[in-house]
């Protein structure tokens, strides 16, 4: 009876991370794939895909536009959510709970409209569609997100660390920069790489921003129109591989904690 | 007369409706250790980060050298605050922890590293200069903290309960070591606890605090052998208080009428009066009455064994409602549920006004 209830554990468990993953397996296997097309039988392991992916400018450019909006928009999302978070926790505001809710309010609404508000109100400014555009989208996807997460760990025990530093002499910005930021690093650099990781693999409000430069996603949708090749499958395969490093990075930060 | 290193004067104090500090003056003199006393909620905490600059008060004003540091925010005040929970920079080594105040303030490289050295030295951890303050013990972040405190020469030192977190074995130690460093250094400290040991064996100068008020302030013999009032009588060490009137009053002697019988001593104060009368434990004598004067017989409820005495909690056989605190030596034969004599010499009667 035991051993049956282990053998279905295990499949059970088997049966999830397969549901997962096996896309993800698909797609990076046949991106090794020799011959033209990402069907079986699997003729490879063949790295020309990824040669092609690599040759070809338009695609290296949105990966290198990509890499850029990711960290510039995630940058600003974090610098903005950190002082944000700090105004809350260390000021008494009128309406605060009420204003947090507010700030975090974005979280719960779909890109797709994001987007759109975000291309009406750019349309009316008359601010042309462009990379800035699409940066400052994630900014305001991932600003709530980095203000989240600083948010939940700016304690009160910190309060009397920076107060201490006031108390010898540190003028209100060198307190934030010698004491709070490295103090708070850890979540910081958290907020950070979770933000890059939801900038790296944004789709729609690149679509709808962009035009000639674009992301790599928006790109990846392009080679997508002219139908499946492994070239799509390489290129997707590093995608993963990018996003893979982020929240690894992101895992790190969050959980290595030092020791009080 | 120079003026104080530190005048508070009439400072009082609101949190919206409550207010913990009532008409709060005080004068600290250069180089002298003083100790804020109290009971929690007595506004003493209150009183130190009003002069730390972390709280201004709602009225008054405190001057600091002779110049009004009321509205002058902590880092540009000539103070330093040692906290309750040390408030090292967990990311900093102990030599940038120390150097932290003298960085701000400009002072080169080498002249702050040879400085830092220097506090480290003075408070026994010239070897940890590298360390991270969580490779340290308690007692040692306590010494980084007082270090980083005094290595910008501050005119007034605060310590906020510096030895509340330690377990009693190291708070003594730490006591012994305060004093100390204070005499080495000379600056004023200002220093705020409730253990009424603490206050006895580090004040030059205490203060007893009690609900938003100072009760009493002195040098800390003169409080425990002739406390102000009855709160200070009953938190600076223990007392039996009798309650009584005044009924006959001529040269210089008062008689006093109290619940275990009249009593009568030194003192000038009208017929009528309602006072209270306290005596330490160490002054009440039980047993075969040789003190001058009798506070009648008392059934002895619970003797508890101290070591080098023995406590003695006793009811009047008089007042059902006075218990009287006494201290026996080691050696008395006394045990609960007894009937004995109490008395006591009128000298050690301490005579507080109601």
Known sequence: ?260 | MSTPLVDIRDVSHRFGQHSVLKNVSLTIEPGSYTILLGPSGSGKTTLLSILGGFVSPSEGKVFIRGQDCTFVPPARRPTTTVFQDYALFPHMSVGANVGFGLRMRGVDGATRAAKVREALALVGLAAAFDKKPHQLSGGQRQRVALARALVVEPAVLLLDEPLGALDLKLRRQMQDELKAIQKRVGTAFVHVTHDQEEAMALADHCVVMNDGRIEDEGPPERVYARPATRFSATFMGESTILAGTVTEAKNGTIAVATSAGAVSLPGALQQGTTVALAIRPEHLVLGAASGAVALGQATIGDVVFQGSFKRVLATSALDPALQFIAKAPASAKVRAGDTIAVSCDASDIILLAN
């Not at chain 1, 554990?9 to 296997?29: D, E, R, S």
């Open chain 1, 1 to 260: 009876m035991r051993a049956f209830t282990r053998i279905a554990a295990w499949c059970y468990a088997l049966a999830v991370y397969g549901f997962i993953f096996l896309p993800v397996v698909v797609l990076v296997l046949f991106s090794l794939q020799s011959t033209s097309f990402p069907i079986p039988p699997f003729t490879g392991p063949s790295l020309r895909w990824y040669q092609a992916v690599l040759s070809d400018t338009r695609l290296t450019s949105a990966l290198v536009n990509s890499l850029l909006v990711a960290s510039i928009s995630s940058a600003a999302a974090v610098t903005l959510g950190f002082l944000s978070a700090w105004g809350f926790a260390r000021f008494h505001l009128p309406g605060s709970a009420l204003l947090r809710g507010l700030i975090t309010l974005p979280l719960t609404v779909s890109y797709l409209i994001i987007g759109m508000g975000l291309l009406v109100l750019f349309n009316s400014a008359s601010v042309p569609k462009s990379l800035l555009a699409a940066g400052i989208g994630h900014v305001v996807i991932n600003l709530p997100l980095c203000f989240a997460i600083i948010y939940s760990q700016m304690g009160d025990h910190q309060i009397n660390i920076e107060r201490a530093a006031r108390d010898l002499g540190a003028p209100e910005w060198k307190v934030l920069l010698l004491i709070t930021v490295p103090v708070m690093a850890p979540a910081i650099f958290a907020a950070f790489f979770l933000s890059m990781t939801f900038s790296w693999d944004e789709f729609v409000i690149s679509f709808l921003l962009t035009r000639f430069d674009t992301t790599l996603p928006v790109e990846i949708w392009n080679l997508l129109r002219s139908g499946l090749n492994p070239k799509t499958n390489a290129v997707g395969s590093l995608v993963f591989a990018v996003s893979i490093v982020l929240v690894v990075f992101f895992e790190l930060t969050l959980l290595r904690r030092k020791p009080a």
